[in-house]
């Protein structure tokens, strides 16, 4: 039996406060489809993100259909969803360098329960530490395990964050912006982190404005903009000219540097 889709949008739109930010969107994206999805400021990009993290949900349909269903599934828990979807994102980092500071490894541990930092109601398990253990070393920042989250720098902290989407051993990770803020070598170095992971068999969802990040294992490029989907298909076919120029509103070349891509304002 086929299994269900990752994730399926049917007609999905979102409001925020007044503004339809994502306007009537349809797609499905298969567990091993690696995907970007591209857009300039403001076209709904971490609009998209929050929908499927379920930080903000979808207008409902006046024939009272599910307009989002994640793994063949309308309703989840939270914590159950996080299980099978890591999510990683700058308002996730904002949360942890606010407030009492939680050391990197707890974390990554209260990543297990959905939690921002662990609780005495969290029973953490030997298990558990052993996998948390086992992420923050595979990620190259076991050494950053006691240090405060909120006191490391841009790029480690994004690493802790990842391991901490990553102790469930999720089938998908999805990951808005997840360059901003790092050194050009600390980019290449974690995007190559990135590559290892989709190479491993967890399904990428990468939300950026920028080329240079597509990695080499992502096959399908979303181009969206003012909340609507304007092009999907192949990496080959939309990573040129033509359609990011249209997108991003400016003469743009595009190169293809195998196996990656880069921008210019041509
Ligand atoms: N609370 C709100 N009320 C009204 N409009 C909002 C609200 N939050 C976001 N928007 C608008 O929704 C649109 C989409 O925002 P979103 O953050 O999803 O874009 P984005 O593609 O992630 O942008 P960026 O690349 O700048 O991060 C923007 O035009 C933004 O101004």
Redesign the pocket.
């Given at each position: 039996m086929p299994s269900s889709p990752l994730l399926e949008l049917d007609h999905a739109s979102v409001l925020?406060?007044?503004?339809t930010?994502l306007d009537d969107i349809s797609l499905r994206i298969d567990e091993g489809e690696h995907t970007a999805i591209l857009?300039?400021?403001?076209?709904?990009?971490?609009?998209?993100?929050?929908l499927l993290s379920r930080n903000f949900y979808p207008l409902a349909r006046a024939d009272g259909r599910a307009s989002v269903r994640v793994f063949g599934r309308e309703r989840w828990a939270v914590d159950e969803l996080r299980g099978l979807l890591g999510i990683v994102s700058p308002a996730l980092q904002n949360d942890f360098a606010l407030d009492e500071p939680v050391s990197a490894g707890e974390a990554v541990l209260a990543g297990f329960f959905a939690a921002r930092a662990l609780g005495l109601d969290h029973r953490v398990t030997p298990a558990m530490r052993e996998r948390a253990q086992a992420v923050l070393t595979a990620l190259g920042v076991e050494h950053l395990r006691e240090r405060p989250l909120a006191s490391l720098s841009t790029g480690e902290a994004r690493r802790v964050l990842i391991a901490r989407a990553l102790v469930h051993g999720p089938r998908a990770l999805l990951l808005?912006?997840p360059c901003t803020g790092l050194d050009p070598a600390a980019r290449r170095q974690f995007l190559e982190s990135l590559r290892e992971l989709a190479r491993g068999g967890t399904t990428l969802i990468l939300?950026t404005?920028h080329v240079e990040e597509v990695l080499p294992e992502i096959g399908r490029v979303i181009l969206?903009d003012q909340?609507k989907i304007r092009a999907d298909g192949a990496k080959a076919e939309l990573l040129a000219d033509t359609p990011l120029s249209a997108l991003f509103g400016v003469p743009m070349r595009i190169e293809r540097r195998d196996p990656w891509y880069s921008a210019a304002l041509a």
């Open positions: 925020r406060g007044p503004r930010v857009g300039p400021n403001g076209s709904g990009k971490s609009s998209l993100a929050g808005d912006e939300i404005h969206l909340g």
